[in-house]
């Protein structure tokens, strides 16, 4: 195998419609550049595409998002939350906000995500919420969860920050949790620059929301200024209509962008997936993964990664263990991660984005399979 272009084989590629230039010139020119009628246009699109028309709140990040999530899920200080222990940081960075007590899960050795038999053995009274996320695309055992949050009374977020256009058993991703969040942030299926969507099944919070994000202003308000009154601390956390313009031509061509990540992602696996000393993270339907990373699980990690660096392909860990973060230690004490440890240091991931060509991920799973047997 040849050397091939590094930019060609990046890990991340940021997915821009070719005719963002043109919305952008156009939009630049009118008086709406923060946040206006293009937000929602995009959130009317978005919930279109992937909430069976339910209404959402775009805002300017994931983790924006997740905050709000925990704030309307009704989560306070000292109230326990169960996360999983592997993840991107923002997942519970805005728990610590709050000042809730974070209690980390281990995870599936199947998928890396959270492990539902290890969240029962973390419930307490105290408990308010489950965190889950769907690590790479891949769902989490959703209906398992939900049996545990029903027993015992608490909310399921989801941090689907890498879950766009994912199913789980025919369902979207987005339509069947409490809260569900997405990130638009710059590497992501779509990216508006930075900024991310709550998707909310109790409608009634939707309000609540749309103020939390702009202060605590209700912005539709038509009263006099001075009896807009401010009665709950909110944040700023708005999308703008430059960024909204982006991601709503994204979503136009948002089918075809999946489908080639889908392709991608099909064909590490079918020549991957026999190789013995490889394990590849997916779902039992393959179809249903929103296919934001694949993952393969090796013992011989750092030399597939050094190999793989001289032809100019790059692969990386993208998320860690949030136990070994120092922001977070005071609520790891004692507790062990099997699972974690376990897989700690074998887990890769492989190039998915709109610049890789079926082509070239043939080369790269082939070349693994030869240096990997």
Known sequence: MKKLNRNVLGLFYPYISKNTWKSLKKQLSTRWIGQGPIVDKFEKKFSKMFLNNKKCVAVGSGTDALHLAYILAGIKKDDEVIAPVFTCGATSIPLLYIGA?????????????????????????????????????????????????KKYNIKIIEDAAQALGGK?????????????????QAIKHITTGDGGMLAIKNQKLIEKAKRLRWFGVERNKKNERWKNDIKEIGFKYQMTDIAATIGYDALLEFNENIAHRREIYKTYYDILRNNKKIQCLTSDNIRNDAAWLFT??????????????????????????????????????????KIMDTLEKKYLVLPVHSKIT???????????NELIY
């Not at 995870?107 to 996320?133: F, G, H, Q």
């Not at 011989?300 to 692969?315: A, H, S």
Request: charged share 30%.
């Open 101 to 149: 007590k974070i209690k980390f899960a281990d995870i599936d050795p199947r998928t890396m995500n959270i492990c539902y038999k290890s969240i029962e053995k973390l419930i307490s009274k105290k408990t308010k919420a489950i965190i889950v996320v769907h690590y790479g695309g891949v769902a989490c055992d959703l209906d398992k969860i939900k049996k545990i949050t």
């Open 168 to 184: 789980y058993k025919n369902k979207n991703i987005g339509t069947i949790s409490d809260f569900t969040i997405f990130s638009f």
């Open 296 to 337: 393969i699980i090796l013992e011989k990690k750092d030399y597939l990664q050094k190999k793989l660096r001289e032809l100019n392909i790059e692969t990386a860990q993208v998320h860690f263990r949030n136990d070994k973060y120092l922001i977070f230690k005071k609520y790891v004490g004692n507790q062990k991660f």
């Open 358 to 368: 079926v082509s070239v991920a043939k080369k790269i799973a082939k070349k693994i």
